[in-house]
Every structure is written in structure tokens, then in C-alpha cells.
């Protein structure tokens, strides 16, 4: 099926509109007209081939947001008509430990699939992703959307955003009388500090930029700690049962570290370009600390997270783009020069 679809054909190419292929639903396949594509820092590392081994034509987008236009056979989960989202991946084995405990996002298995750049049967190869008109997705990795029709737009945001912020507070218990930290107040930020006061932690937001204090206020952060000022931030010292690090830049670990509590953990969901410096041993072994990582959800945590953000009226804050915006929007993420993501209008895909 002939699709019309925005993408490039080299790294150093802006994306330019194309014509894709997309198969026909099989019998366990979900076919989705795509309204609206959030645009994630990781589109734009994929596309210009920042990670390395992109594969051309790039078709990016992995926060996609439609209404299934057909089913196979052996669904069961979706009807037409049904709004639908579908995030990060599109694919796994199903059988390593890891799918079988629903953490598909850990699939170690030589089959797990990415919504763009990943192995596929279909042409011309790979995965093509959300900048287009529609998509085909096994009914597995579908996601029911159940927010009110005016908020779709700004759902599409929580297919990643939304996941990666939320599954590590789960995964660590954050909820009421805990003190919890978000650094960052971006597209990932943003979100954290929404989901975490919803949970009932009391939310301390951290930024470099004064002009953020206010904002952050209004995102529901309690307090809001200028990384920038040693004597506030020294101020909170072996205070917080939790840290959330979003920031995707090369920094200072042990400044953060200091803050925690006795068992406390900082959890790192930004990958920066080069290494951090190597954190102090001291400042984890004297009070039991953790440094850990974490990577989206699997997609029965991220159907909870959407019915969690659902009933307590979270969605991104974000700013509507057409598609042909897409490389300028791409210059502005890289200048931080968006609150907090942008949005594909994917109507414009035919203009």
C-alpha cells in the first residue's frame, strides 16, 4: 500500500517527502491512520546518523497517536474506529525472559524491533516509522488511547516521554512521602515532574536556568533547585529518596549522588553524546546509593501508564508543527528552544 511519508535518504539530506510502502494487515496486524507524530531528540540522532548505523530511506517517529482504519482476522484487542497509540517498538521475541515477564523493552532475543530503523520483511528492509500517513503494527505493541479527542495531539508525546519517565518510578516505588528530583525540565523533564507529583512524591525540579523556576511551579515541582547555585544545592544534602536524570549531556555525577539518602537511588534515562565523568565510589558505598539506568517500559506498563496519565488528565505540553517544519524544529530541539515537544500535525503530510 503506496503511503505517503516524510524521511531522507542520507545522513547529511533534509527530510523531504516520499512515497513508502506499507503491507497489508495480516492476521494479527492493526492498521492505523496516524493524526498526529511526536518528534523526539532520537529522530534526530537516528536520521542524521549521529548513533551510526541508520539505515536509508530514514523514515523516523516513535510517539505515533491515530485510529485503526482495519484489522486482521485474529484480533481481538482493537476495532476500527478505536483510537490507538504505538511507541518505541514494534517488535520482539516473545520468548526470553524479558518478554515473558512483559519487559519487552529489554528483549534480548535476536528479534526486537524498533518503530523505525529496525529489521523488517517489508520493504525496503527496515522499519519505517510515525512521519507518515499510516502504519501496520501487530496488535501486540498497540496501545489503547483513551484520553478525550482534544488532548490527542499532546498524548503522542507520552508513547516515549511519558514511558521512560514513568517506568522508573514505578520501578522504584516513588508515591507519597517520598522526596523525589527531576533534573532537567525539557521533553523528558517536563513529563517527570507531572507523573511523579500525580503519584504524590513531593517533586523537587532541578535546572541551570533561572528562567525555568517559574515554569517548573507551574508543572507541579514543589521546590526548584538551580544546579548552578553549590549552596542551594548543598542545601538538600542526604535528602531525597530519589532522583530521576534526564538530562542527555556529559555531567558531574556525584554532586547528585550526595544528595540521596541512605539507600536513595539516581536513575539516569538520558544517554549523553560522551561518557559522564566517573562517579566517586565513597559517595555510593558509605550510604548504600545507586546509580542505575532505565529504558522506556514494556508495553503492558505503558498501556498503564497511559490509563494513569488518562485519569489524572496528564498529557505533554507541546507545540503543533507540519511536517514540512521538521528540520527547522529538528535546529530548535538542538538549541532547547521548544516547550516541551513538538508535535507533527500528520494531516500535513498532504499538502
Same mark, same amino acid.
Not at 539530506?13 to 523526539?40: F, H, N
Not at 544546579?227 to 554532586?255: C, K, P, W
Given at each position: 500500500?503506496?503511503? +505517503?511519508?516524510?524521511?531522507?535518504? *542520507? ?17 494479527? !496486524? ?13 529522530? /534526530? ?13 530514514? %523514515? ?13 482476522? !485474529? ?61 501496520? %503494527? ?7 488511547? +483513551?484520553?478525550?479527542?482534544?488532548? /490527542?495531539? *499532546? ?19 516513588? $508515591? ?11 521533553? /523528558? ?10 503519584? $504524590? ?11 525555568? +523556576? ?44 550526595? /544528595? ?36 522506556? $517500559? $514494556? ?7 497511559? !490509563? ?9 505540553? %507541546? ?17 532547547? !528552544? ?14
Amino acid at each position: 500500500m503506496t503511503t +505517503r511519508a516524510f524521511g531522507a535518504h *542520507a545522513a547529511d539530506k533534509p527530510l523531504e517527502p516520499i512515497q513508502i510502502e506499507r503491507r497489508k494487515p495480516g492476521p494479527s !496486524d492493526v492498521q492505523i491512520e496516524i493524526a498526529y507524530c511526536g518528534v523526539c531528540h532520537s529522530d /534526530l540522532h537516528q536520521v542524521r546518523s549521529e548513533w551510526g548505523g541508520t539505515l536509508y530511506p530514514c %523514515v523516523p517517529g516513535h510517539e505515533i497517536v491515530g485510529e485503526v482504519s482495519a484489522v486482521g482476522d !485474529d484480533v481481538t484487542q482493537f476495532r476500527v474506529g478505536d483510537t490507538v497509540g504505538v511507541g518505541c517498538m514494534v517488535g520482539s521475541c516473545r520468548q526470553c525472559a524479558s518478554c515473558r515477564e512483559g519487559e519487552e523493552q529489554y528483549c534480548t532475543g535476536p528479534s526486537w524491533v524498533g518503530t523505525y530503523n529496525g529489521p523488517s520483511e517489508d520493504a525496503p528492509g527496515h522499519t519505517l516509522g510515525g512521519y507518515s500517513e499510516r502504519i501496520v %503494527v501487530d496488535e501486540h505493541f498497540v496501545l489503547h488511547v +483513551r484520553h478525550p479527542k482534544e488532548q /490527542l495531539a *499532546a498524548v503522542a508525546p507520552l508513547l516515549c516521554a511519558g514511558i521512560t519517565t514513568y517506568s522508573p518510578f514505578r520501578h522504584w516505588n516513588v $508515591g507519597p512521602g517520598q522526596k523525589v528530583g527531576v533534573v532537567g525540565i525539557g521533553g /523528558l523533564g517536563h513529563m517527570g515532574i507531572k507523573i511523579a507529583r500525580a503519584m $504524590g512524591a513531593h517533586v523537587v525540579a532541578f535546572t541551570t536556568s533561572e528562567s525555568k +523556576r517559574e515554569d517548573a511551579h507551574k508543572l507541579g515541582a514543589a521546590e526548584v533547585i538551580n544546579s548552578r547555585n553549590t549552596e542551594e544545592v548543598e542545601s538538600h544534602a542526604g535528602s531525597f529518596d530519589f532522583i530521576l536524570d534526564t538530562v542527555a549531556a556529559s555531567h558531574d555525577l556525584d554532586t547528585l549522588t550526595a /544528595l540521596l539518602k541512605k539507600d536513595g537511588t539516581l536513575t539516569l534515562v538520558g544517554v549523553p553524546e560522551h561518557p559522564h565523568p566517573s562517579p566517586a565510589a565513597g559517595n555510593l558505598i558509605f550510604q548504600r546509593r545507586s546509580i542505575a539506568g532505565s529504558l522506556i $517500559g $514494556g508495553i503492558a506498563e505503558t498501556q498503564e501508564m497511559l !490509563d494513569f496519565c488518562a485519569e489524572h488528565g496528564i498529557v505533554a505540553d %507541546v507545540e503543533m508543527i507540519h511536517v514540512q517544519q521538521i528540520d527547522e524544529a529538528y535546529n530548535r530541539m538542538q538549541r532547547s !528552544d521548544v516547550k516541551y515537544r513538538f508535535v507533527i500535525d500528520n494531516s500535513t503530510l498532504a499538502a
